[in-house]
């Protein structure tokens, strides 16, 4: 085990992937503790490439190099500064996922609907996207990115 960069590391209880600086001790998943021979899926040297390598080690074989076609387009976003709503934002898009951090149109419309903010769900989608969080993986369906 190489200590200073970032590993993606598969829970060996929930086989989700999730992106982690060493080796952590918990899956955020599921809550697991997680056993000293994870599996380490990869290794990389900055947060940002964790977040892409995450994102695809989650993803479906056949939508992985759609995923990545459109994560390597959006490489220049990842390094932008968060923007103040940042945090509020990617809890409501966090909400609207399912189990496989995927998130549609209509699980985040009743989000929307709920909320004080006259947000209009593409607007929400678009500001996602142009941020680096969310990847569209079809014409309605979208990649959280963590
Ligand atoms: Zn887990």
Not at 41 to 69: F, G, H, Y
Not at 116 to 135: F, K, P
Request: hydrophobic letters at 35%; charged letters at 25%.
């Amino acid at each position: 085990m190489s200590g200073g960069g970032w590993n993606v590391i598969r829970c060996s209880a929930c086989q989700t992937c999730h992106g982690h600086r060493g080796t952590g001790r918990m899956c955020p998943h599921c809550g697991q503790r997680l056993q000293t021979d994870a599996e380490i899926v990869t290794s990389v040297a900055t947060a940002s490439e964790l977040r892409i390598e995450v994102a695809l080690a989650n993803t479906p074989d056949e939508l992985r190099d759609t995923l990545r076609k459109r994560l390597q387009t959006n490489q220049k976003l990842f390094n932008q500064d968060e923007p103040i709503s940042f945090k509020d934002l990617s809890q409501v898009l966090l909400n609207a996922t399912d189990e496989n951090g995927m998130l549609t149109v209509q699980s985040l419309q009743p989000l929307l609907e709920r909320s004080s903010d006259a947000l209009e769900v593409h607007d929400l989608i678009e500001m996602a996207e142009s941020q680096g969080m969310l990847v569209r993986l079809n014409p309605d369906c979208w990649q959280l990115l963590e």
